[in-house]
């Protein structure tokens, strides 16, 4: 018999084969007790506490005295606030989560999951930084909720040391490089390159264009609406003649659907394997709004008004871009090397400069 298969005193699965553990204890008023703990790590411990408040005649806790709550019902009371509260791709984004954090905490009581057990999952996940750092803020979301609802006491998602994300990274495609991706694009996936010029000429985010409507399109005026955009404000994006172009393309694939991209789920399947056949590394769907920002700058648009056309809620996301507008700066510069045009009678007076170094400096 191994280690692993070893039966411990009090600790029991209820469903054998489930993973979900529980505990059998005497209190210290002398009546049998049960308690979920989760793994079964986590049952042996909490039957080793429990054993020693009963020696020691300390009363359990006031939390046993009600129902257990598990995460699976933090959790349905943490997607029906999203579905009420934040824009319909949102809410999609936050339901595919919660089915991975269900995976791995569906049945477990909700107190009982602690930050170890959030990190332990994270390190098991090959993820960028950025990812683990959004399930934080879904947890610690759902947890919020249950406290406020009188369900839990604490949030261990708090615990859970945010990832350092390099939002500073842009990559954006060069001209060769957008022209083999289409040619990949064209011949494997040839319904899918509207999605990619609608991507390229708006900066859209990316949940921002599968979740676009029609109702919220005006060809006629040449203007598209995101009602509630990620900073929670709605914006305006005017429309140039390619991507007025891919929306009429794309009401011809898709004539039924109320959704332009035709209800398509992201563009991870596709877009990854194109991304190889046309030999483009280190670059991603968000690249494409990097691409659009960039091109923009380039072509001498000043930093407020990319600012506004890729609806950034402060300048400080946008001035990331602005190295990128080489006129723009050289001529600053250049100023410095353009001679007065007329003499003035002002002159400087540069005696301060001239003081002995060792002067000491006088403080105020």
């Known amino acids: 018999m191994t280690q692993s298969s070893k039966k411990t005193r009090g600790v029991f699965e209820k469903e054998p084969g489930s993973g979900i553990w529980w505990i059998r204890f005497i209190d210290a008023k002398g009546r049998y007790r049960r308690e ?7 049952a042996i411990d909490l039957y080793r506490k429990r054993k020693m408040g009963a020696l020691e005649g300390k009363k359990l806790p006031e939390r046993l005295r ?3 709550v598990s995460f699976a019902e933090i959790a ?17 984004c936050d339901a595919g989560r919660m ?3 269900l995976g791995w905490f569906r049945e477990y009581p909700a107190e009982s999951i602690t930050a170890q057990d959030i990190e332990r999952q994270f390190q098991k996940q090959e993820w960028a930084p950025a990812t683990p750092n959004r399930y934080r803020a879904l947890l610690s979301l759902t947890y919020r909720l249950a406290i406020r609802n009188g369900k839990v006491k ?16 842009i990559r954006f495609l060069s001209a060769e490089e957008e022209k083999e991706l289409r040619k990949a694009i064209a011949k494997k996936y040839p319904e899918r390159l509207p999605e990619f010029d609608l991507a390229l000429n708006t900066g859209l985010r990316l949940s921002e264009q599968y979740g676009l409507l029609w109702e919220n399109v005006s060809l006629p005026l040449r203007v598209l609406t995101i009602p509630r955009s990620k900073n929670g404000t709605m914006r305006h994006v005017p429309l140039n003649q390619a991507a007025v172009k891919a929306f009429e393309t794309l009401r011809e694939q898709y004539p039924a659907s109320e959704l332009v991209c035709g209800g398509a789920k992201e563009p991870r399947r596709w877009f990854e394997p194109v991304l190889k056949d046309a030999k483009v590394s280190n670059f991603s769907w968000h690249c494409l ?19 506004e056309l890729l609806g950034h ?5 946008t001035v990331r871009y602005s190295h990128l507008a080489p006129k723009h700066t050289m001529a600053a510069v250049e100023r410095l090397d353009a001679p007065t045009e007329t003499p003035t009678d002002t002159t400087t007076d540069t005696r301060v400069f001239e003081q002995p170094a060792a002067q000491p400096a006088v403080l105020h």
């Not at 979920?36 to 986590?42: E, I, P, Q, R």
């Not at 009371?77 to 949102?90: E, I, N, R």
């Open 36 to 42: 979920k703990a989760g793994t079964k790590g986590m």
């Open 99 to 101: 089915e991975v954090l």
């Open 76 to 92: 349905r009371d943490a997607l029906t606030y999203s579905k009420v509260h934040k824009a319909g791709t949102s809410y999609r």
């Open 313 to 317: 809620k402060t300048i400080g996301m």
């Open 154 to 169: 604490e949030n261990p998602a708090r615990l859970v040391p945010h990832r350092v994300e390099d939002n500073a990274r």
């Open 66 to 68: 009600r129902a257990t």
């Open 289 to 307: 709004r990097h691409t659009f920002a960039s091109r923009l700058v380039m072509a001498g648009v000043d930093i407020r008004t990319v600012q």
